[in-house]
C-alpha cells in the first residue's frame, strides 16, 4: 500500500533523500484513535455515573422526605396533629421534587452512553406518582389548602408537534407556579414510563399524550385550553 | 444509544484518526519534508501552458517561466484553445520574441484536448504543464527535475499557493491551499498523492504515453491523470521547498463553480476507478476510500445537520405560535441552561486540537498567522469555510445526475 522507494531516494550523485518508512502509520493513526476512543466512553461512563450518583443521592432524600409527609398525613388522619406544619412540608416537597425534575431533565438530554438516568426517571415518576396521591389524602384531610396540578406529560418523544405542545405547557405551568406559589402543587409526571400504577390512575381519565389535570377534576390537553387552568385556581 | 449519538461518535473516530495519521507522518518525517534531490541529469524539457482566454495573465506566466534557472527547457508551447480574446495575438508576439516559445493554435476542445495535442508535438523527455494564470517560482522546475532520476517517477509537483491574497475570498483560499500543500507533501510520505495540480505538474513523457494522455471527458483531467499513472504503478513526488502561485477566484459565484467542477472532477473519477475499490494499490486500498468516505462523511453531515436545522425550525415555529395563543414566554433564560455530554466534551476538545493542529501547520509553512487579520480569517476558514464543501458537493452530484458537464 505504500511506496517502497519512500524510504530511501538515492541519485547518481550519492545524493539521499532520505524518507522514513511509513508503513505502520495506518495502524498506528488507529491505535490512537481506538485509544482516543476508549478514553472517551471511560470519561462518558465517568461522567454520566458521577450525574446518577448525584441524582440518586437526591432521589434518596426525596424518598425520606416523602415517608415523613406520609407519616405526617397518617397523624393527622388519627388527629393528632394540625394541618399546618403537613401542608408547609407538602409544599416544601413539591418546590423541591419540581426542581430536581428539572435538574434530571436536563442530565437526561446529555445521557448518550448509558440509560441508567432513565431508571432513575422511573423511580422518580413513581416518586411523584406517591406525592400526588398523598397531596389528595392531605386535600381531603386540611380541607383543601392547595390546588393540585398535575402535567402528564410523553418523556423522550421524537414528535415535533408533541415536543412543542410539551415546551408550551411546560412553560405555561412554570409561569403559573411563579405566580400563584404556594397556591398550586405542581407535579410533572411522565407518563409513558411503563409504570403501571400510573397508568391505572391515567385510565380513570382517558385521555391520550400530554394532559394537565387540576385537582382531579379539570382535564386541559390544548394549549387552546390552558387559560381554563388560571379559571380553576 | 439513539442514532445521532452513533453518528456523532463516528464522525470523531474518524476525525481522531486522520488527525493523528497526520501529526504521526509529520513527526516522522518533519527533517525530510524539505527535502528534495539534487539536479544531476539534465532532461530536456517541454513546457505545456494551455490557455483560453488569458490575455490578462498569459504573458507573466510565460515570462515566470522564461525566469526559471533550470538550463534545458527545449520548448514553451502555448496552447490556444480557440479563445475569443487577445491571447493568441500576445502568443504570437512571443513567439516572435523568444525562439523556445512556440504557439499551436486550435479550436476549442477543452484543457485535456489541448493538451493531449501539446504532447504529441512536445520533444522534451519531461513535460511540464503551466496553467496560463499560473506562475512558477524560478526554482520550482529546476527543483522537480531530480525527482525523476528514479525511474519509477512518473509526476511530480510543488506547492500551489494563492498569488492573491488581497481580499476576503482569497485570503480564506490562501489559507485552505496552503493547508493541502504540506497535507499533500504528507500523504506522499505513504504513496499517495493523489494530484499533480495544473498550475505546475511535471511529467515523464513516457508516463504519459502509458496512460494515453489526459482524459477528456474528466472535468479534473490533472487528478485523473494522477490517479492513472498511479494505478499503472508510477510514482507522484513532491517537492516542498519551492512553490507556484496561481491566481484564485475573488468572486464567490467563480469560486463556487470552480469547486462545484472540482467536486464533479473528484466523483467522475472515483466512479471511473471503483473496480479498484479495496483492490490495487494505492488506488484501491488508499485513494479510493479516503474520497469515497470524504463524499460519504459530507453527504451524510449535511444530512444530519439539515435534518436538525428544520426539525429544530418547525419546532421553534410551533413554539412561537402556540406561545402567542397561551400568552407565554417562547425565550427564556431556561433556553441558554446547557449540560453538555461526553459527545460535546471531546468535540469541543477535537475542535481544539483541529486548531493547533491547523495554525501548526500554517506555521510550519511560514505562514504569518499571528497578524489580527488573519487570525480571524483562520476562524472564519475553520467554521464556516470548510463546512460549505458538502454544499458544494449536493450540487455537483445534481449537475453529474443532469449530465450537465457545462463550467
Known sequence: MYNDNCCIQ??????????LDNKHVFWEALVIALFVLGIGVFAGMFIEGSRVDKISNMYQDSELNLLEINLQSDIISMNFSDCDSLVESNINFGDKIYQYAKILEKYQSSAVLTDSLIKEHKKYDLLRTRFWINSIKIKEECKNPFHTVVYFYDYNTGDIDKNSKQAVFAQYLKELKDRTGNEIMLIPIARNMGLTSLDLLIKKYNVEGTFVLVDEKLVVNSTDQLKLIDNAI | MEILPIIYSIYMFIAVYFLS???ILYVKNRKNLLDCPKLTKHYSLSVLIPAYNEEDSIEATVNAVLKSDYDNISEIIIINDGSKDKTLEIARKLEQKYDIVKVLNKTNSGKADS???GIKI????????VDSDSFPREDSIRKLIGFFDDPKTGAATCPVLARNREGFIEELQAIEYTLVAIGRKLLECVGAVYVTPGPLAMYRKTALRDIGGFDPKNMTEDIEATWHLAANGWDRKMCLDTKVTTIVPSKLAVWFKQRQRWSMGGMQIIWK???????????GLFLIPFFSLSLLLGFVGLGVFSYLMITRIIKEYLIIKMSFITSTSFFTVDNFYFVPSILNYVGALLLIVGAIYTLSLLFIMEEDIFKRRKAMRIIVYMLFY????????????YKLIKKDMRW
Open chain 2, 122 to 129: 512536445a520533444n522534451g523527455e519531461l513535460i511540464a504543464v
Open chain 2, 386 to 397: 470548510t463546512a460549505l464543501y458538502p454544499c458544494i458537493m449536493i450540487t455537483a452530484v
Open chain 2, 273 to 283: 476507478y471503483k473496480s479498484y475499490f479495496l483492490k490495487k494499490g494505492i488506488v
Open chain 1, 10 to 19: 538515492t541519485n547518481k550523485e550519492g545524493y539521499e533523500m532520505v524518507m
Open chain 2, 21 to 23: 495519521f497526520y501529526t
Open chain 2, 115 to 117: 493538451l493531449n495535442q
